[in-house]
């Protein structure tokens, strides 16, 4: 089974920037495909960043365009988030998510995913 581990979540004020990590054990992130995901209680889990063959192949939701980039480190097998400009509605529990390499690479769809992270609390106030 592939093992995701997030980190780097917490509290920032709106305007504010955060750096998420996933590291992931046995497969490569780079040859593969790796999503993150957020969701707030009540809410369904909604696509936020994917990237695939090794980072050439990125998608990102609307919401996030321009303010989060998603990269990997191929020496350490992680992912990574970067979110700047952060405003209160980025505020949930983020997830990130893999799949063996396939043909809907890179997706925001949760069907996508077999394999999922415990994740990670972001606040903005």
């Known amino acids: 089974d592939v093992q995701l581990v997030e980190s780097g979540g917490g509290s920032v004020q709106a305007g504010g920037s955060l750096r998420l990590s996933c590291a992931a054990s046995e497969y490569s992130v780079s040859n593969n495909c790796v999503g993150w995901f957020r969701q707030v209680p009540g809410k369904q889990r909604e696509g936020v960043a994917s990237?695939?063959?090794?980072?050439?192949?990125?998608d990102y939701a609307d919401s996030v365009k321009g303010r989060f980039t998603m990269s990997l480190d191929n020496a350490k097998n992680t992912v990574y988030l970067q979110m700047n400009s952060l405003k209160p509605e980025d505020t949930a529990m983020y997830y990130c998510?893999?799949?063996?390499?396939?043909?809907?690479?890179?997706?925001?769809?949760?069907?996508?995913?077999?394999?999922w992270g415990q994740g990670t609390q972001v606040t903005v106030s």
């Open positions: 990237l695939y063959n090794n980072g050439k192949s990125t």
């Open positions: 998510a893999f799949a063996f390499r396939g043909s809907f690479c890179p997706s925001l769809n949760t069907n996508t995913y077999m394999y």
